[in-house]
């Protein structure tokens, strides 16, 4: 939570810099105490629920998005020796929570009453059953390779240096690197981040699906797409990036595990302040068009590749 809270400041500051400003500099040291003054801010905020709209579902929303992100953080293994739970099926349990995510802000949409909350719903449905066609692929692929779901055996596995990491694996996956750029597209527009942020789309849908969240409601909706950063970052970095591996094959640990992964939040903020947001419906396109068939391509390169390699 508190990581995900952070991301904020990391994100402000991150958006100042590539626009040659300070960002947050009032509140603690580089503004380092604005997120505790956020959350105080939005918690002395009244909750208000649209007369119109449905109250349980409208204050069920927030719960339903901010859960998944948590659950799935507890599967993760940090290091060998860090990590919340350990179980062979860790893989399956972040797709199956990371699901519930996309019907949270449906219901926060649904449950408004509110034109552009609704239209915003639907579109953050078609988005996520588009994008999470192609990221099952590419898993299923790397579980092809691996042949576990553990995901600290998929680490394991990758122990000896960078060129054992799957993302550099071409004899299993002639495309490996291509897989990897898959699984980072799609996991910027599961979590709804520019240039995919439809279900936001401020410039057009004033806010989208929170239009009518206030205090912190809204502050937990804020929250949930940091902790699904979070999520998705470590994914990656343990299916393709070899997780606490260190890239000399020596010395790995917690530490290999957190460079990686603030590096791959970086590029997440970084690609939202360079790209301007899709139109909706290239942003469809680009998952059914071209997504869809090269992790297609990949799955069956891959299997040809393993059958043609076990009889050899």
Known sequence: GANAAYLVWV???GAARFQRRPGPMEVGPQGL??????????????????????????RLAPVFVMAPGLMCLATIPFSSAIGAIDFNLGLIMVFAFGSINVMAVMLGGWAS???????????VVSQNVAYEIPMLLVVITMLMITGTMSLREI??????????????????NPLAPATFV??????LAETNRAPFDMAEAESELVAGAFTEYAGMGFGVFFMAEYANI???CSLATILFLGGWQSPIGIWSGLFWFLVKLYLL???????????PRTQFYKLLNLSWKILIPVSLLTLILTSAMLKLFRHL
């Open 265 to 275: 939040i970086f590029t997440v903020v970084w690609i939202r302040w360079t790209f």
């Open 155 to 172: 680490v394991d596995q990758q122990a000896g240096g960078f060129w054992k990491w799957n993302v550099l694996n071409l004899t299993a």
């Open 230 to 232: 979070l999520v998705g």
């Open 11 to 13: 994100e402000r500051k």
């Open 33 to 58: 105490l604005q997120p505790i003054a956020d959350a105080i801010k939005l918690l002395t905020k009244q909750v208000l629920v649209p007369p119109t709209g449905d109250r349980t579902l409208f």
């Open 182 to 187: 898959i699984f980072f597209i799609c996991m």
């Open 113 to 123: 009453r509110n034109k552009y909350a609704i239209i915003s719903a639907a579109r």
